[in-house]
Structures are given as structure tokens and as C-alpha cells.
């Protein structure tokens, strides 16, 4: 079984400064793509970034980075240049490769706060 | 990206009758569609897989008498939630994955509420 770690219920961060949300994951499996997703106050799950695990490459969709280490199970996001529609819910998920059901095991989330 | 419909947005109901809430995905088939809980604050909670043509799959825990899955074409799966009490009440979101990839598309949620 798949266990995905946010160990920061709450962040805040001042509009324009950079924001990093930790993540950590355990699983056995060598194949499995990993995924921060947004929940606004709409409470609308918004896919922000995925990272396919066998890519040593960073994803990056821009404003938005993450810092994925494999070996230490470890998938952070980074937020540069905050703005105020960046509040919201994140939630790290993963996805292992090996099954049919591609079920999704998300983290507890990270409740981000842009400041004005 | 995808398009996933949910219907109703909000429901309020009486307790001991039943409510149906539909998802659709709508510009793509999706054999797999999936079922969440949220709690305020709180992370999404996989209830159940529903499979086009066949049984839905619950998590355990999940009464699979009161959370009745229907998924009778490739773009509908609905949930019933029968003889609902108040404690039932919560936000449910459903997702469907697009065949043959890892790609899920979330509906925007219903909030049923119980009196």
C-alpha cells in the first residue's frame, strides 16, 4: 500500500515570494507518476503538476516547480511569484503504474494562504 | 483538459429518503470513474471504483448497501445514497479516468446536506 506525507496543514507566504509545500510518499513500487492538485475555495480539484517517476528531469509548468528525489521519496512544490489566486488546498497524489484501477492516494493537504 | 460534470452542486434532503447524484464526463468515454468523500479541511477519501458494465468496488468500510454505484454507459456513473441521515451529510466528488492513461478529470463536487 501507497502512504503520501504533507506534514504542513497550513502556509502562508506574501504575494511575489517564492513558497515551497513538502511532500513525502512510501511505496514499493519503482513505476508511478506523481501529482500536486489545487482545491481553490470553489473546492474544483485543478491538477497543477505531474512528475513521471521515471523521469530524473524536474517538471515545470510555469510559475509552478517541484523538486522530486526519488530516492528519498520526496516530491516538494514550489510556487515562485505568488499571487493572491494561488489560495487554496494542495494535495500531493500518487498513481502507481503497475494495476488497472489507477487509483489516486492523496496526501492531507497543505491549506495555503497568499498574503496581500 | 477534460470536462467532468456533476448534478446537483448542493442537495438538501430529508432524513431517511434517498438522493441520486449524477456524473458525467463529457467530451470523452470513460469506463472508470471514481467516488470521493471530503470532510471540511480534510483530504478526499476514495469511497468506491465504478467500472462501466459491471460492480462498483468499495473501499473498506464503505456500506455499499447505503452508497448504491450505478455506471450504465461510458459517460454516466451515478450515486445513490440511500435512506441518508445527517451524518451523511459531506462533499462528494467523483472523477473519471480517460482510457488507457493515468489521466483523471474531477467534477466540481455536490454538498448533500441532511436535515
Same mark, same amino acid.
Given at each position: ?11 502562508? !507566504?506574501?504575494?511575489?515570494?517564492? !513558497? ?27 491538477? !497543477? ?64 494562504? !497568499?498574503?496581500? | ?31 472508470? %470513474? =471514481? ?9 478526499? %477519501?476514495? %469511497? ?42 459531506? =462533499? @462528494? ?6 482510457? @488507457?492513461? @493515468?489521466?483523471?478529470? =474531477? ?9
Amino acid at each position: 500500500a501507497q502512504t503520501v506525507t504533507q506534514s504542513q496543514p497550513e502556509m502562508s !507566504v506574501q504575494e511575489a515570494e517564492t !513558497v515551497t509545500l513538502s511532500c513525502t510518499y512510501d511505496t514499493s513500487e519503482s513505476n508511478y507518476y506523481l501529482f500536486w492538485y489545487k482545491q481553490p475555495p470553489s473546492r474544483q480539484m485543478i491538477l !497543477v503538476i505531474r512528475q513521471e517517476a521515471y523521469k530524473q528531469q524536474n517538471a515545470t509548468e510555469n510559475r509552478f516547480s517541484v523538486n522530486f528525489q526519488k530516492a528519498a521519496k520526496s516530491f516538494s512544490l514550489k510556487i515562485s511569484d505568488s499571487q493572491l489566486g494561488d489560495t487554496a488546498m494542495y494535495f500531493c497524489a500518487f498513481i502507481p503504474l503497475r494495476g488497472s484501477a489507477r487509483q489516486l492516494t492523496f496526501g492531507s493537504g497543505t491549506q495555503l494562504t !497568499v498574503l496581500p | 483538459g477534460a470536462v467532468v460534470s456533476q448534478h446537483p452542486s448542493r442537495v438538501i434532503c430529508k432524513s431517511g429518503t434517498s438522493v441520486k447524484i449524477e456524473c458525467r464526463s463529457l467530451d470523452f468515454q470513460a469506463t472508470t %470513474m =471514481f467516488w470521493y468523500r471530503q470532510f471540511p479541511k480534510q483530504s478526499l %477519501m476514495l %469511497m468506491a471504483t465504478s467500472n462501466e458494465g459491471s460492480k462498483a468496488t468499495y473501499e473498506q468500510g464503505v456500506e455499499k448497501d447505503k452508497f448504491l454505484i450505478n455506471h450504465a454507459s461510458l459517460t454516466l456513473s451515478t450515486l445513490t445514497v440511500t435512506s441518508a441521515h445527517p451524518e451523511d451529510s459531506s =462533499f @462528494y466528488i467523483c472523477s473519471a479516468k480517460v482510457p @488507457y492513461s @493515468y489521466e483523471q478529470y =474531477f467534477g466540481p463536487g455536490t454538498r448533500l446536506t441532511v436535515t
